[in-house]
């Protein structure tokens, strides 16, 4: 996807987590991914990546007003096959381990 691409989906109704999962996928990021042990697995093609086969497009945090465990982070994800979706996880201590690890390591690749 395009920066300004991105940048227009970031600008327009990204007030809430649904709102940005929404306008991702009608941007085509239609996958639901999830962070285990082995990698990051497709929940649409259930084919697993490791963290040289998928690059973080663009993220976006939200937090809770009154609650900070209301916290999430929101990665728009490609994967080196061309499918594209997105990884939610909570943000601090109500972060997953497993999408941690992996975000970390496809930060350090993508430097």
Not at 7 to 13: A, G, R, S, T
Not at 15 to 39: H, M, W
């Amino acid at each position: 996807m395009e920066n300004t691409e991105m940048d227009n989906i970031e600008k327009l109704h990204m007030t809430t987590l649904v709102s940005c999962i929404n306008r991702l996928e009608g941007a085509g990021y239609v996958t639901q991914f999830k962070a285990l042990p082995e990698g990051l697995m497709s929940l649409t093609t259930q084919k697993t990546f490791n963290p040289a086969q998928v690059r973080i497009v663009h993220f976006f945090r939200f937090e809770g007003e009154s609650d900070p465990s209301d916290s999430a982070i929101l990665y728009a994800i490609e994967a080196w096959d061309g499918e594209k979706g997105t990884l939610v996880d909570g943000y601090g201590k109500e972060s997953d381990l497993h999408t941690t690890a992996f975000i970390n390591q496809v930060n350090e690749m993508q430097k």
